[in-house]
């Protein structure tokens, strides 16, 4: 993957999955999930996924001082260069990612209950305006917002990655975006569309069929081939 100048790049490994020799002299960071919940954090199940693969962005995040980090997972596929993709977001959005929504548009959604507030406090999740959602295989975080969440999650709010991070910061007052034009999340300047439900999914994975037919300029997922 092709980066602006004067960008750094790195890989996160799981290393409860493999070691991170295994990827040689590049930039790799290693992560596992107890030594995160010895930091403080609260995932949701008894391993990052599902639901807490933000966590080690966040902690990596933490201690490298970058204005702007972005996440990406291994099976996002971009179908021009990764330059244009880059160059095209000029926008300084806080949370820059796909789908975002509100509860009332999508009420129905099996992670929104996941999000739970620290111990004592009250988070009124159903409110339609309290909650929104996001779609996370690739997005992209200010260092303002890195460190608001990290303040938060290590107080004790916990719940899935699609709902805590959009939630969390629009109650903090930052700025959310869609990397779509077509929601009241849309980025301020008119661009054309570069994803859309169908090309960034959960499920079904794309076969080596469907990446022959990919549109020029879109963000897919999942690509596992």
Not at 94 to 114: G, K, N, V
Not at 190 to 213: G, K, N
């Amino acid at each position: 993957m092709e980066v602006p100048a004067g960008w750094s790049k790195y890989l996160l490994v799981d290393e409860d999955s493999c070691a991170v020799s295994e990827f040689g002299n590049r930039n790799v960071v290693g992560f596992r999930h107890e030594r995160l919940v010895k930091v403080g954090y609260r995932p949701i199940a008894a391993t990052l996924i599902p639901g807490s693969a933000h966590f080690p962005v966040i902690e990596f995040a933490s201690t490298h001082k970058y204005d702007y980090v972005w996440a990406i997972e291994f099976d996002v596929h971009w179908t021009a260069s990764w330059l244009r993709f880059f160059n095209q977001f000029d926008h300084h959005a806080d949370f820059l990612t796909t789908q975002l929504r509100r509860y009332d548009s999508d009420p129905d959604w099996c992670w929104w209950e996941s999000m739970q507030s620290p111990p004592g406090t009250i988070f009124p999740w159903r409110h339609p305006h309290a909650s929104l959602a996001s779609f996370n295989p690739i997005y992209r975080l200010s260092a303002a917002a890195v460190s608001a969440l990290r303040r938060r999650f290590l107080w004790g709010w916990t719940g899935h990655n699609e709902v805590t991070i959009a939630t969390l910061l629009e109650q903090d007052g930052f700025v959310v975006a869609d990397m779509d034009g077509t929601s009241e999340f849309a980025l301020a300047t008119p661009r054309e569309r570069i994803y859309s439900m169908e090309t960034m999914r959960w499920r079904p994975e794309f076969s080596l069929q469907d990446v022959s037919t990919f549109e020029t300029n879109r963000l897919y997922h999942p690509v596992k081939h």
